[in-house]
């Protein structure tokens, strides 16, 4: 109990913290950058979020339909906003397993698949993420050097995880093990590895990612603020990648700091930078959690104890200490 307790916890502590600590550093000129915003874009940015949310919904339908599995776009976005509601209040991304239990219910899928499933969005979020950020850095100067790294990597990764994908059928085991893996293998190639599959899930999470600066350029613009686009394309790229490592619930803290950081190299004053940055996330986060709230409901009540089995299983629910 105390082991499932703390890990909610101490992570969520280290979440208010960084951004707390964010904000005590421009304190003094919050309200002076809060007194000349353009709150009409805050509706702008909102609706631009839901439109992105849809076509996650869409391109989740492809995933699944690529594994022979015919979801309604309303259940695949449904699915999403449950899981990354979750997302929001537990930490490890523990909440995307909600998604496997949700479509094991309601549709028969293997655990292996709905697993599948997860690995194709999040393989092509980050490596499109990771590639937009590849094209924005040489546009923006005094780019610290992490920053490359940062990038660089999921790029390499991705590659290499995409060639091996290729070269799967060569392989086999009888180590119990082993076959899984393979198996798990197979599937995610399956739904993401053919002509249609690669042009339809790379072109939709293109405009995903692209949307999602959109957000972040309404925000901007609410702060009156001249911010280059491609600064404003790494900042989303940094944040995004930053909250890939799970180290909060939501990547609360962590992203807001990245983008931030991405912000001074443009120059902009560092309480707009942070007021951008927390309001930008804001945003995503409520959007999430409201749509997370309508799809349990939508759903039925029986999604509460799936997400209950979920956490349980991932967080040692048989762990009675």
């Known amino acids: 109990m105390y082991r499932k ?29 809060l007194k000349n915003i353009i709150p009409v874009y805050l509706a702008v940015g909102m609706v631009i979020c839901l439109s992105a949310w849809w076509l996650r919904g869409w391109r989740y ?27 929001l209040i537990v930490p490890a991304r523990l909440g995307d397993f909600v998604r496997v239990f949700i479509l094991k219910h309601e549709y028969h899928t293997t655990y292996s698949e709905g697993v599948s499933s997860l690995v194709v969005e999040r393989v092509f979020d980050i490596f ?9 850095v040489f546009f923006v100067l005094n780019v610290p050097p992490w920053f490359y ?16 994908l290729l070269f799967n059928r060569k392989f086999s085991s009888e180590n119990r093990y082993i076959a899984i893996v393979l198996t798990l293998l197979h599937e995610i190639k399956r739904a993401s590895l053919s002509l249609k ?44 990648l930053v909250k890939a490592v799970p180290l909060t619930p939501g990547g609360v803290g962590t992203y807001e700091i990245s983008l931030a950081i991405t912000f001074g190299l443009a120059g902009v004053d560092p309480a707009v930078a942070t007021l951008i940055a927390v309001i930008d ?3 995503k986060n409520l959007i999430t959690l409201a749509g997370g709230i309508v799809s349990i409901y939508y759903l039925g009540d029986w999604v509460i104890p799936s997400i209950r089995t979920a956490l349980d299983s991932k967080m040692g629910g048989g762990d009675k200490s």
Not at 67 to 75: C, D, F, M
């Open 5 to 33: 307790i703390s890990a909610i916890v101490i992570p969520t502590i280290i979440a208010i913290g960084i951004i707390a600590y964010m904000l005590f550093r421009v304190w003094d000129d919050l309200f002076i950058a």
């Open 61 to 87: 339908h492809i995933i699944l339909t690529n594994l022979n599995y015919r979801v309604s776009i309303t259940v695949s976005t449904a699915c999403i906003f449950v899981s990354q509601t979750v997302n």
């Open 128 to 136: 499109t993420v990771a590639l937009l950020g590849a094209v924005a």
């Open 149 to 164: 790294t940062v990038i660089v990597l999921p790029l390499i990764t991705g590659v290499i995880f995409f060639v091996f």
């Open 197 to 240: 599959a690669v042009v339809l899930l790379g072109c939709s999470s293109v405009v995903i990612w692209l949307l999602d600066v959109l957000v972040c350029i309404a925000v901007v613009m609410m702060f009156q603020q001249q911010i280059p686009f491609a600064v404003i394309v790494l900042a989303i790229v940094i944040g995004n």
């Open 281 to 283: 996330h804001l945003i």
